[in-house]
């Protein structure tokens, strides 16, 4: 049986470091935004733009656009990580065909803006003006309903040691269904 584990916070929260680690535990890493830049590209649009594209994604099929492009990548009898959930309606989308748990990461904005900042992806905000708008967008997806609907919550703002220790304890605690 196929089980995923949702991983859900805002942009800069450390959703990729606790990936790293799930990838340790035996988790197939599988980032939506990934996919949603690569549908970028294949619009011809630039990398800088894919936030455009997952609302335009998102107006033309659905608040579970995304979960359903991720959907068909995910084979049976794995266990897999998805980084990138924007709204409850693609936790259930997921939900709805694999057992899965949510697990969600908190960290204040300003630590996650800095973060953002410092890591240079080329889609990143520049500025805190351009995060804010970011965060805006996403929380208009619904990322706040997933949030607070986590099954399991991680706080990331005492450094990284503490949160690879907090990240191994949930994972730990999953692998013995203590959640």
């Known amino acids: 049986m196929t089980k995923l584990l949702l991983i859900v916070g805002m942009p800069g929260c450390g959703k990729g470091e606790f990936i790293n680690i799930a990838n340790g535990f035996g988790y197939t890493p599988v980032v939506?935004?990934?996919?949603?830049?690569?549908?970028?590209?294949?619009?011809?649009r630039e990398i800088k733009e894919s936030g455009m594209v997952a609302q335009q994604l998102r107006m033309?099929?659905?608040?579970?656009?995304?979960?359903?492009?991720?959907?068909?990548?995910?084979?049976?009898?794995?266990?897999?990580?998805?980084?990138?959930?924007?709204?409850?309606?693609?936790?259930?989308?997921f939900k709805k065909q694999f057992d899965s748990v949510i697990v969600g990461i908190h960290c204040a904005p300003s630590l996650r803006f800095q973060r953002l900042y410092d890591r240079e992806r080329e889609d990143d905000p520049s500025d805190y003006e351009e995060f804010t708008e970011r965060d805006?967008?996403?929380?208009?997806?619904?990322?706040?309903?997933?949030?607070?609907?986590?099954?399991?919550?991680?706080?990331?703002?005492?450094?990284?040691?503490?949160?690879?220790?907090?990240?191994?304890?949930?994972?730990?605690k999953l692998e013995k269904d203590e959640y």
């Not at 609907?149 to 949160?163: A, Q, R």
Request: proline share 1%.
């Open 60 to 93: 033309e099929n659905g608040n579970s656009a995304i979960a359903m492009l991720t959907i068909p990548r995910l084979k049976d009898g794995r266990k897999y990580i998805i980084d990138g959930i924007r709204g409850y309606s693609e936790v259930l989308e």
């Open 136 to 172: 805006h967008r996403e929380l208009g997806f619904g990322i706040g309903d997933a949030i607070a609907l986590s099954d399991m919550m991680i706080i990331n703002e005492d450094g990284l040691d503490d949160f690879q220790d907090r990240c191994k304890e949930v994972l730990r």
């Open 32 to 44: 939506m935004g990934d996919i949603v830049r690569e549908e970028t590209v294949k619009r011809g």
